[in-house]
């Protein structure tokens, strides 16, 4: 596994778990303007 695919791969983990909280932050800045 060469060094590119691995960062691809850390990119893209860090991509899905970030998701999540991501959408929980702009729900709660939704929630706090209401």
């Not at 596994?1 to 800045?29: C, D, E, H, R």
Request: aromatic residues 2%; without cysteine.
């Amino acid at each position: 596994m060469n060094l590119q695919v691995l960062s691809q791969l850390i990119a893209l983990t860090l991509v899905i778990l970030s998701g999540p909280i991501v959408i929980s932050v702009l729900a709660f800045k939704k929630a706090n303007a209401l």
